[in-house]
């Protein structure tokens, strides 16, 4: 997210050059594929600082960077837990950190917001991807390849629920809603108000929720929100979520489906700088593989076991990796 042993001198030049070139090969097989190759990590590759936002996932994204880079030969200053956005993305700009993972809807909606952009781009996730990227160009900010997983707010209901009522998109809410079906759902304020939360969810299906079918509270925490949809708290049986919480699956609550595109995308991606992204082209290689194979249930699974197991984001990200067969 270990420098290659000197070879001694070999007795006959062709030996030499035989295992040069084998170790060639080797570094290529791996830049290639983005797995492991099992062979020793290339030598005269510099420091990179890996930062993070301090959220789980944060940390768990961070980790999968460290780890990787490691294993192919760069020494890394683990500098993960950052700060909020706004701190770690300074820290990105001004040199402190040298990559970290971000959304990739922040980059239009919050480093770039003084420029120009079609809101339908929001909807689209290679759009968003291809603007954030060339926006933040000019910023001396280079994007490597993104999750598919879509980290953006959301509703989450019980499985038992959506099992009973056919509902797996806001589509079919919606429609459970305009029937007179029975509904609760707990967010924040901030949820509810946001004219990019829930009004654009309602003004996107044809819905309106009632006073009484909203649970407002002062905390934006989503494992709050989840919780008491799971145990039917006060009669609620919905949940203001993020795609890729991990008490989603621990809960096991159902994320719906946006079709519609309410909500912009955020798929997380490795953001870095570019002195550095030019000096070491293979950072690319060797983490474009990795992220693009974190889909939205594998995200889930590997935050889950950070914040409903307790185990180290370093210690999930690396089992991940192995069991995929990136690092050994």
Known sequence: MHNRRNWKRAAAIVVVATTAVLAIAGCTAAGTSGKATGGAPAAG?????????IDGE???LGQVIIAVLRTDGFKVEDKTRTGATDVVRKALLSGQIDVYPEYTANAILVFNKDKTVDPAVLKDPKLTYE??????GANGVVWLAASPANNTWAVAVPRTFSDAN???TMDDWAA??????????????EFFTSAVAMPAFEAAYGFTLKKDQIVALATGDTAVTEKAAAQGTDGANAAMAYGTDGTISA???????????????????????KAIADKYPEIATRLDPVFQALTLETLQRLNGQVAVEGKGAKTVATDWLKSEGFIK
């Open 131 to 136: 603007t954030a990227k060339r926006l933040d």
């Open 45 to 53: 590759k510099g420091s990179i600082v890996v930062g993070s936002k």
């Open 176 to 189: 459970y809603i305009n029937k007179g079906g029975a509904v609760k759902i707990v967010g924040s304020q």
């Open 166 to 168: 056919s509902i797996r």
């Open 251 to 273: 809960l096991d609550l159902v994320v719906l489906a946006d079709p519609k595109a309410a909500q912009p995308v955020y798929q997380p991606a490795p953001t870095v700088r």
């Open 58 to 60: 944060g940390s768990v």
